[in-house]
């Protein structure tokens, strides 16, 4: 089997930690880092060591050429990844950009127009798509078990202080477009990328950040016939109890990024109960609530790997073979475009003030 070149530009917590971490590992069957772009010379030096043989640049244009490229990895900051993706783009590499997917929807689709006239393919690497607590959740929704799924939360919070380029609105970081395009990608993809999509309602605000941007985020989504999706990103929770649940009209589930408690009925199992529109009593005659106890089922269990080891690897396999194969990508970049749509509309909704 034929491994593909790849260019990492960027060797940081993503280029380094996740994407060079990865594509090192036993677990990756598909790809072998040929180059490296880092505009740091300490990391530069570092990565020189960590990938032996790999080519190491300076600036990506350096790639510009070279043939035996088969992929370039874009994990450069945030608001850099419209300009460079759409140069690599246009000088015809297949490319693998980082989260969020582009500042904003316009930028998100002129990136997949102008891969589609260089006829190349370009994909955005949100890795929760393939994590295993994300697949189980898409399926238990699609699979009735829940009955009709009414509420979906989902919860990526913690009780923690930033003060990195993240928390900088110049160079595109908050919860929303840093950690939101996971969360919000969960929320589209168990909403099925509905084209009626509505934020129903949004708050942005800055809390414990030492930056401009948002860390608290609070955004209400739902589309015709749908689930309300209450998606929370929020720097102020310090008992982080779930990641995902789901409410039905059989049951809820909730699950960490590890593991899952669900309890549920069975349709039909518990006796109906009629309306009864009298004053309620009990067999003293006295009075009384409704009170039953209803044959309820419970499950729970551990996943096996998070979205940062079987997602990656399953993102990765994912896009081998629809460079290899032509096989369309199981998350399109146009359903990735719609959360940066939603997150565009959410930051309209909620200006806040530029400080640096
Ligand atoms: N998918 C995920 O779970 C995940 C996790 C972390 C970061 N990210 C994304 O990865 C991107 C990078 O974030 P990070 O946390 O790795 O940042 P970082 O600060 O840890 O590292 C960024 C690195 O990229 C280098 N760099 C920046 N621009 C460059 C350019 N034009 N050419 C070459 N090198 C360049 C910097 O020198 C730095 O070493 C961001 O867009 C972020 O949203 C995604």
Redesign the pocket.
């Given at each position: 089997m034929k491994r593909l070149q790849v260019a990492i530009?960027?060797?940081?917590?993503?280029?380094?930690?996740?994407h060079g971490a990865f594509l090192k590992s036993e677990a990756n069957l598909y790809f072998q880092v040929a180059a490296v772009?880092?505009?740091?010379e300490a990391?530069r030096r570092r990565a020189a060591a960590e990938y032996p043989g790999a080519r190491c640049y300076?600036?990506?244009r350096e790639l510009f050429g070279q043939t035996d490229i088969d992929l370039v990895v874009n994990?450069?900051?945030?608001e850099?990844?419209y300009a460079?993706t759409k140069d690599l783009l246009e000088h015809h590499f297949h490319v693998l950009v980082?989260?969020?997917f582009a500042r904003n929807y316009y930028e998100c689709c002129d990136l997949i127009n102008t891969a589609s006239r260089n006829g190349v393919r370009l994909a955005v690497?949100?890795?929760t798509f393939f994590a295993p607590y994300y697949l189980a959740a898409k399926e238990l929704c699609e699979s009735g078990k829940l009955g009709e799924i009414r509420q979906v939360s989902i919860r990526f919070n913690n009780f923690a202080r930033r003060w990195?380029?993240?928390t900088l609105q110049k160079k595109l970081g908050g919860s929303v477009y840093?950690t939101g395009p996971?969360p919000l990608g969960i929320a589209l993809g168990l909403l099925g990328f509905d084209d009626n999509l509505q934020v129903v309602f949004s708050k942005l605000d800055r809390v414990l950040t030492s930056g401009d941007a948002e860390d608290y985020a609070k955004i209400l989504l739902t589309a015709p016939g749908k689930p309300v999706v209450d998606v929370e990103i929020n720097s102020t929770d310090a008992f982080h109890e779930y990641a995902i649940k789901l409410q039905g009209s059989l049951g809820t589930y909730r699950s960490t990024y590890q593991k899952y408690q669900m309890k549920y009925i069975l349709a039909g199992e518990n006796p109906e109960q009629p309306v009864i529109e009298e004053s309620l009593e009990d067999e003293n005659g006295l009075p009384a609530y409704c009170s039953e106890k209803l044959n309820l089922h419970e499950e729970e269990g551990t996943y096996d790997g998070t979205?940062?080891d079987a997602g990656t690897r399953g993102l990765y396999e994912d896009l081998y073979l629809a460079l290899t194969e032509g096989k369309p990508l199981t998350v399109t970049c146009e359903d990735v475009a719609k959360i940066v749509r939603v997150i565009e509309y959410v930051h309209a909704q909620n200006p806040l003030d530029v400080k640096y």
């Open positions: 530009i960027g060797q940081g917590r993503s280029g380094r930690d996740i772009v880092e505009t740091d990391r300076g600036d990506y994990a450069s900051y945030s850099m990844h460079i980082e989260k969020p690497f949100q890795q990195d380029w993240q840093n996971h979205a940062f």
